[in-house]
C-alpha cells in the first residue's frame, strides 16, 4: 500500500526508514530566555512588560545608564555558565549626530562584581546592530552576572542616543538526545503512521 501526501506517493516502508534515519540522528540545541525584569535598572531604562527587551535611552543627571543583573548585590541568578553554553543577545546602538556615546556590556564575577575581562565585554562606539555572543564554558562554577551600559563621553550635549537590547538568552551546543527519547519518539511516531495507514485501508475496503 502507498500513501499520498500531496502529489507525491510514498510508501510506509520508505516513511519507516525516513523516521529510523532521522531518529538515529537526532540532537536538540537548549535555549533558555533570560528574563530583564529580574535585572535592576536605571530610572531612564524601561523594559517590555514581559521581560524579553529593554531600551536604555540617556540620562541628563547620570553619565552612565544601567541595566544590570549582579547576584553579588542581591539580583536573581540568571546567568549559569555550563559546558558548551553561549551567552547571546540582540541590540540597536542608535547615536543620532552630535552625540558622543559607548554602548558597553560586560559578563561580571558575581563575588567580585566586576567584569571577566577580554572576551567577555563588548564595546560599540557609533550606531550599530547585531548579535553579540560569549562562550560561558570557561567559566563553569562561577556566581556570573550581566551589565549593559550607555555611557555619554564628556563633551556629550545631545543626550538622545538609545539603546534596545533583546532575546537575551542561553544556547547550549546541540546535545545528542538520550537514548529512551530516542526510542519513545519513534516508537510515537510509528504509532501514529500505523493508524494512518489503517486508516486509509479501511477506507479502501469500505
Same mark, same amino acid.
Not at 562562550?135 to 538609545?162: H, K, M, Y
Given at each position: $500500500?502507498?500513501?499520498?501526501?500531496?502529489?507525491?506517493?510514498?510508501?510506509?516502508?520508505?516513511?519507516?526508514?525516513?523516521?529510523?534515519?532521522?531518529?538515529?540522528?537526532?540532537?536538540?540545541?537548549?535555549?533558555?530566555?533570560?528574563?530583564?525584569?529580574?535585572?535592576? +535598572?536605571?530610572?531612564?531604562?524601561?523594559?517590555?512588560?514581559?521581560?524579553?527587551?529593554? =531600551?536604555?535611552?540617556?540620562?541628563?543627571?547620570? +553619565?552612565?545608564?544601567?541595566?544590570?543583573?549582579?547576584?553579588?548585590?542581591?539580583?536573581?541568578?540568571?546567568?549559569?555558565?555550563?559546558?558548551?553554553?553561549?551567552?547571546?543577545?540582540?541590540?540597536?546602538?542608535?547615536?543620532?549626530?552630535?552625540?558622543?556615546?559607548?554602548? +558597553?556590556?560586560?559578563?561580571?564575577?558575581?563575588?567580585?562584581?566586576?567584569?571577566?575581562?577580554?572576551?567577555?565585554?563588548?564595546?560599540?562606539?557609533?550606531?550599530?546592530?547585531?548579535?553579540? +555572543?560569549?562562550?560561558? =564554558?570557561?567559566?563553569?562554577?562561577?556566581?556570573?552576572?550581566?551589565?549593559?551600559?550607555?555611557?555619554?563621553?564628556?563633551?556629550?550635549?545631545?543626550?538622545?542616543?538609545?539603546?534596545?537590547?533583546?532575546?537575551?538568552?542561553?544556547? =547550549? $551546543?546541540?546535545?545528542?538526545?538520550?537514548?529512551? $527519547?530516542?526510542?519513545?519518539?519513534?516508537?510515537?511516531?510509528?504509532?501514529?503512521? =500505523?493508524?494512518?495507514?489503517?486508516?486509509?485501508?479501511?477506507?479502501?475496503?469500505?
Amino acid at each position: $500500500m502507498r500513501l499520498s501526501f500531496g502529489a507525491k506517493p510514498i510508501t510506509f516502508r520508505n516513511v519507516f526508514a525516513s523516521f529510523f534515519l532521522f531518529f538515529s540522528h537526532a540532537s536538540l540545541a537548549v535555549v533558555i530566555p533570560v528574563n530583564l525584569n529580574d535585572f535592576f +535598572s536605571d530610572p531612564t531604562v524601561t523594559i517590555s512588560v514581559d521581560g524579553s527587551s529593554a =531600551t536604555l535611552a540617556e540620562d541628563s543627571s547620570v +553619565s552612565t545608564v544601567i541595566l544590570s543583573n549582579d547576584p553579588g548585590l542581591g539580583d536573581p541568578e540568571v546567568i549559569f555558565a555550563a559546558a558548551g553554553t553561549n551567552l547571546l543577545f540582540d541590540f540597536e546602538f542608535i547615536e543620532p549626530l552630535d552625540n558622543d556615546n559607548v554602548f +558597553s556590556v560586560f559578563v561580571l564575577d558575581g563575588d567580585s562584581g566586576l567584569s571577566f575581562g577580554a572576551g567577555f565585554e563588548f564595546l560599540a562606539t557609533d550606531s550599530d546592530l547585531g548579535t553579540v +555572543s560569549f562562550d560561558l =564554558t570557561g567559566l563553569v562554577g562561577e556566581l556570573l552576572g550581566l551589565q549593559f551600559e550607555l555611557g555619554a563621553n564628556i563633551g556629550d550635549e545631545q543626550l538622545t542616543s538609545t539603546v534596545l537590547v533583546s532575546n537575551v538568552r542561553l544556547e =547550549t $551546543m546541540d546535545v545528542e538526545v538520550p537514548e529512551p $527519547m530516542l526510542l519513545l519518539l519513534f516508537g510515537l511516531g510509528l504509532t501514529i503512521i =500505523t493508524a494512518f495507514v489503517r486508516r486509509e485501508s479501511n477506507k479502501k475496503n469500505n
